[in-house]
């Protein structure tokens, strides 16, 4: 028999914490999928985004969408703009998982969702999908930091550059408030920055103090301003590349770039991938091996239920 629970509020999230947390372990989750992610987007975006997180459970089984309903009356999943990889989290049932999509499209609203790995997607194979961006990365199996330095000796002759100048390479991590919040700051000065909104500088500074050692910050900084900054997240074999910032008035020295690759160095002697998450700049692509395609979803309430008579359908037959 199955069961399906509905939370609504953030403080509600508590009750199926236990079974959060040890779906969020299985291999195939990403740090967006955690709970306490999800919990703190939950309390912080209510205003923007009604959480309706459905909880199915069958004998050793479960799934939990964590679905939310946004002011523009779409059902997306929770993490508003934050988000880089969205997913439900499942035990591989697919029945279960068809039976949560299926309370979740009584709502009869349509459905939006940014962005969805290839194992993600084939969660959702209920509905068409869109190309989105991919995600470059360096596979830590392909490439040895000895093979990165032999491959970009330019970098590594920016970075002595960079040095000469007085900014050193140090490293933060996410107990580090009073930094995260003057690095969103400067974030929010840049142009086309999601950060202008102080409500999601708040996230990032809540998020990254629970994170604490897991949120590992890299800087160019000289003894009075910083240089440049790339703050990452740990999870699993790789180390996520979230936020990167420079100062324009050292763009002649390409800091944010060289800053990646002195990174990627250090993730990829701790045998850990480098995931430059979302979006093919250059910067990004210059040093990776490899680039994981995300796609999207955006279905209307009658594609939804349309969607799910034709595999009740096929169910059927």
């Not at 959702?124 to 999908?129: G, I, K, R």
């Not at 102080?198 to 800087?219: A, N, S, W, Y």
Request: proline fraction near 4%.
């Amino acid at each position: 028999m199955i069961r399906i629970q509905t939370l609504s509020k953030a403080g509600e999230f508590e009750s199926v914490r236990p079974l959060w947390e040890q779906l969020a372990a299985r291999p195939e989750a990403t740090v967006f999928q955690q709970f306490h992610w999800n919990r703190l987007a939950a309390e912080i975006f209510a205003d923007r985004e009604q959480p309706h997180v459905l909880v199915a459970t069958r004998d050793s089984h479960a799934v939990i969408l964590p679905l939310a309903i946004r002011r523009d009356s779409t059902a997306a999943l929770i993490g508003e703009t934050l988000f880089d990889y969205r997913d439900m989290l499942s035990t591989g049932d697919s029945e279960l998982e068809f039976a949560v999509l299926a309370e979740a499209s009584t709502l009869g609203l349509p459905l939006e969702i940014t962005a969805l790995t290839p194992a993600a997607a084939r969660r959702w194979n209920l509905f068409s999908t869109m190309p989105f961006c991919k995600a470059p990365r360096i596979i830590r199996a392909e490439c040895t930091p000895e093979h990165l330095m032999e491959s970009h000796r330019r970098l590594g002759r920016h970075a002595r550059r960079i040095a000469a100048r007085g900014a050193q390479l140090r490293h933060r991590h996410g107990s580090d408030s009073a930094f995260i919040h003057d690095l969103y700051i400067r974030k929010a000065a840049q142009a086309g920055s999601l950060f202008t909104d102080p409500v999601r500088r708040d996230f990032m500074q809540r998020i990254c103090l629970e994170e604490g050692k897991r949120c590992h910050i890299f800087t160019y900084e000289t003894s009075t301003d910083l240089v440049a900054a790339i703050l990452t997240l740990g999870s699993g074999h790789a180390r996520h590349f979230y936020t990167v910032y420079y100062d324009i008035e050292w763009k002649a020295f390409s800091p944010g770039q060289v800053l990646l690759y002195e990174a990627s160095l250090q993730v990829l002697s701790e045998n850990l991938d480098c995931d430059f998450m979302t979006g093919e700049y250059p910067y990004k692509t210059r040093i990776a091996n490899a680039a994981v395609p995300l796609v999207r979803i955006e279905a209307t309430a009658e594609a939804w239920r349309e969607a799910l008579d034709r595999r009740n359908a096929g169910i059927a037959a």
